[in-house]
Structures are given as structure tokens and as C-alpha cells.
């Protein structure tokens, strides 16, 4: 089993550009989130979901976009970057609600 | 919403015991995790409590007093390996959000 996976690792972005972090995961899972990390700030929730077509916003929802057409992919959308956005960024699923989270290993974006 | 307070950072010695203290203020609770992050890495799952008291799982035990508000992350017995961030995040009742604290930075010293 591969677990949570995410792509790319890495990214550098301009100002204004557009870009997706995919993350997939393959233990049939139907909860998956979508968290970002800034150092003194924690992880912050940006958008969850309970299943297939359904998503719902966390904590700090504004500048992204979510969408969950498969149990399996939980794909997060910068619609336009903006400085304040980078951070390192985790993607996470559980079997059932928000319970244990599996996390994948991490997307560290810069925009510049 | 959630307000959840930890300890920016903490050092101990190697082999002796270590308390992580964690807050929180909730409108709606439903659980409350630990969870270990080393430096560059994913967090990754230590401990769940639901109910008040304290779960042991070998050198780690987390504790829960629900009408305080407040858990405990105990590490005995320290090795350099557990020089990490702990995180103490909280469930929320009925919105299936996971909200995180800050995190404990722990150091480790021979």
C-alpha cells in the first residue's frame, strides 16, 4: 500500500499563477483533508471531506478550491497564488470521519 | 470554534520524564489526539482520548479531563529519538474537523 500520496513535493510559483496539489489515496478511506503549515502557526484545516461529493470548509478556506469526485483523490486548487500562500502543505485521510489521520509526506510551495 | 494552547518548547534530559501540557475551549468536543512531527517530516498518530483518564502505550501515555479542558502527553524513559514537535489537536462535535494547536517543540539532551 502506498498510503497518502502527493504531488509534487515541491513548487515554486509566481504571483497570480494558477496550480493544483494532487493527493490520492489507496486504503479506501472516507474522510480526507487538506492542511497547511507555517511555522509559530500549527497546522490550519483548509477544506474537508466525509466522502465522494462532499466537501465542507475549515479553517482558513479563502484562496482555495477543493473537489472530491472519487473516494481515492482530494485534489486542492490555487486559483491565484499569492505570497501569503506559501507554506508546506499536508493532505491526510481516515477510515471514517476525523479519526486517525494517515498524512502524506508533505508539498512545500513558494510563490514569489 | 476551538482555542487550543501548548508550550512553544520544552528541553529534558535523556532517560528522565517529560509532561506536554495541552488546553483547549470548545464549542463542541469529540476527542482529542497526539500526534509526533520530527523535523521535515508528516505527523504521525500517538495517542486518542474520548474519555477522562489516561491511556498508556509503552513509553507514552496521554491523560484527559474533559470538564477541565485539559490533556497531557507523558513521555518516560527519553531517548534522542523522541526529540520532536507533539501536537495535540481536538475533534470537533458534530463537524468532523480536526483542529490542530501550535505544537511543543522537545529537545532531547545526552
Known amino acids: 500500500n502506498a498510503g497518502v500520496t502527493q504531488t509534487p513535493k515541491f513548487q515554486v510559483l509566481k504571483t497570480g499563477q494558477s496550480m493544483t496539489l494532487q493527493c490520492a489515496q489507496d486504503?479506501?478511506?472516507?474522510?480526507m483533508s487538506w492542511y497547511r503549515q507555517d511555522p509559530g502557526m500549527g497546522l490550519r484545516l483548509i477544506h474537508y471531506s466525509v466522502g465522494a461529493g462532499i466537501t465542507d470548509q475549515g479553517e482558513v478556506p479563502n484562496g482555495y478550491n477543493v473537489s472530491r469526485s472519487t473516494t481515492e483523490d482530494f485534489p486542492l486548487r490555487l486559483l491565484s497564488a499569492a505570497p501569503s500562500q506559501t507554506s508546506v502543505y499536508f493532505c491526510?485521510?481516515?477510515?471514517?470521519?476525523?479519526?486517525?489521520?494517515?498524512f502524506g509526506a508533505g508539498s512545500r510551495l513558494t510563490v514569489l | 470554534g476551538q482555542n487550543i494552547d501548548q508550550p512553544t518548547e520544552m528541553t529534558a534530559t535523556e532517560g528522565a520524564i517529560v509532561q506536554i501540557n495541552c488546553t483547549y475551549q470548545t464549542s463542541g468536543f469529540n476527542g482529542l489526539f497526539w500526534y509526533q512531527q520530527h523535523a521535515g517530516e508528516a505527523p504521525t498518530f500517538l495517542s486518542y482520548n474520548v474519555l477522562d483518564g489516561l491511556e498508556e502505550k509503552g513509553r507514552f501515555s496521554s491523560f484527559l479531563s474533559r470538564s477541565k479542558g485539559y490533556s497531557y502527553l507523558l513521555l518516560k524513559e527519553l531517548q534522542m529519538k523522541d526529540s520532536a514537535s507533539y501536537l495535540c489537536?481536538?475533534?470537533?462535535?458534530?463537524?468532523?474537523?480536526?483542529?490542530f494547536g501550535t505544537g511543543t517543540r522537545l529537545q532531547v539532551f545526552p
Open positions: 491526510a485521510s481516515s477510515s471514517s470521519g476525523a479519526n486517525v489521520l494517515t
Open positions: 489537536a481536538v475533534r470537533e462535535y458534530n463537524t468532523d474537523k480536526l483542529i
Open positions: 486504503m479506501n478511506h472516507e474522510y
